[in-house]
């Protein structure tokens, strides 16, 4: 069974670097064809994509948040982290990290708050 957890702090200071962890379980994250991805959702709004990670490694990210994201993988743990840096309370959100296949997304976390606030 597929199971996805993110995990990082819940609150972050604005100028601050958010750092999440997603840990996988059930598949690891090299195999073909899936990609890891992160999407958010802001308080009363829709859900945003923020960019994934794909089996091999690959990275693509949202153009209006690429400048200030980065996502990486660690393997052996099976885990993928989203940095984001320069952060505001517009990056106030609920963050997921599902799994993408064939242009949707299967698998789910819980998802984590995070707010930026002083």
């Known amino acids: 069974q597929v199971q996805l957890q993110e995990t990082g702090p819940g609150l972050v200071k604005p100028s601050q670097t958010l750092s999440l962890t997603c840990t996988v379980s059930?598949?690891?994250?090299?195999?073909?064809?899936?990609?890891w991805s992160w999407i958010r959702q802001p308080p009363g709004k829709g859900l945003e994509w923020i960019g994934y990670?794909?089996?091999?490694?690959?990275?693509v990210y949202n153009p209006s948040l690429k400048s200030r994201t980065s996502i990486s993988r660690d393997t052996s743990k099976n885990q993928f982290t989203l940095q984001l840096t320069s952060l505001t309370p517009e990056d106030t959100a609920v963050y997921y990290c599902?799994?993408?296949?064939?242009?949707?997304?299967?698998?789910w976390g819980r998802g984590t708050q995070v707010t930026v606030s002083s």
């Open positions: 599902p799994r993408g296949f064939q242009g949707g997304f299967d698998y």
């Open positions: 059930g598949v690891a994250i090299t195999t073909d064809p899936y990609y």
């Open positions: 990670i794909g089996y091999r490694g690959n990275t």
